[in-house]
């Protein structure tokens, strides 16, 4: 307990000193004033956090028709990965022969998804066929097993798929994609998915028929895959 001794003003000084006594705060007080000090401050970092984290992230933030790899599920990874993987030997294929290789091609090269030998069961069901036009070439596949009964092992996947290569230097190439120097990158490509068996949409309906172009996450927390030039 503090004792503070003073003086009263006016007539009241006549009567000498006056005491005046303050109790300290209880320690169960004293650590509830504590405590909430601390939780401001936390909630103050929390909000800064969220801030500065969606800024960052907006900052990076993928169009309405762009979905990251992670969304794909059971053996639609798999597919993934394997058009991924081709993308080097088509355009091997390209620049030698002077054409885009047919599907009949990538076959004959043992080049999966087109070559099924190593698929898992799940993705052996899928029909390919090249749609191509100047400066570009979609590989679109759907898998021809949803409407049959299902097999021991088979996954019944949803997702038709599409592969599609452009050829920077011809400006007829359709859009949207990456938005690259074309004098340092001749080439790009990129993954599109629909959740259900469909037709092939046309080179430049993809996004108003609702496909999804799959970005691949690492692309996306390096700031690639979101830079795209939607237009001519």
């Keep these: 307990m503090l004792t503070f001794i003073g003086r009263s003003r006016g007539s009241q000084s006549r009567q000498g000193p006056r005491v005046v006594e303050v109790r300290p705060l209880s320690a169960r007080r004293e650590a509830m004033a504590l405590a909430g000090v601390i939780a401001l401050i936390?909630?103050?970092?929390?909000?800064?956090?969220?801030?500065?984290?969606?800024?960052?992230?907006?900052?990076?933030?993928?169009?309405?028709?762009?979905?990251?790899?992670?969304?794909?599920?059971?053996?639609?990874?798999?597919?993934?990965?394997?058009?991924?993987?081709?993308?080097?030997?088509?355009?091997?294929?390209?620049?030698?022969?002077?054409?885009?290789p047919d599907v009949e091609t990538l076959k004959d090269e043992g080049l999966p998804p087109f070559d099924t030998a190593f698929l898992p069961p799940g993705l052996k069901g899928y029909v390919w066929k090249m749609y191509k036009g100047e400066g570009w070439v979609d590989y679109f596949g759907v898998n021809s097993d949803l409407n049959k009964k299902k097999k021991e092992g088979v996954d019944p996947l949803q997702y038709s798929?599409?592969?599609?290569?452009?050829?920077?230097?011809?400006?007829?190439?359709?859009?949207?994609?990456?938005?690259?120097?074309?004098?340092?990158?001749?080439?790009?490509?990129?993954?599109?998915?629909?959740?259900?068996?469909?037709?092939?949409?046309g080179a430049d309906q993809l996004v108003a028929r609702g496909w999804k172009w799959v970005v691949n996450a690492n692309d996306i927390a390096n700031g690639a895959g979101t830079n795209v030039a939607e237009k001519p």
């Design 161 to 201: 798929f599409i592969l599609r290569i452009i050829d920077l230097e011809n400006p007829s190439h359709p859009h949207p994609h990456v938005n690259v120097d074309s004098s340092k990158k001749r080439f790009v490509w990129q993954v599109w998915v629909y959740p259900a068996p469909r037709r092939y949409p």
């Design 42 to 100: 936390v909630a103050l970092m929390a909000v800064r956090f969220y801030l500065v984290r969606h800024k960052t992230e907006a900052s990076r933030g993928l169009k309405s028709y762009q979905v990251k790899d992670l969304f794909l599920k059971n053996q639609a990874p798999i597919m993934y990965r394997s058009l991924c993987s081709v993308v080097g030997d088509i355009l091997d294929l390209y620049q030698d022969e002077g054409s885009w």
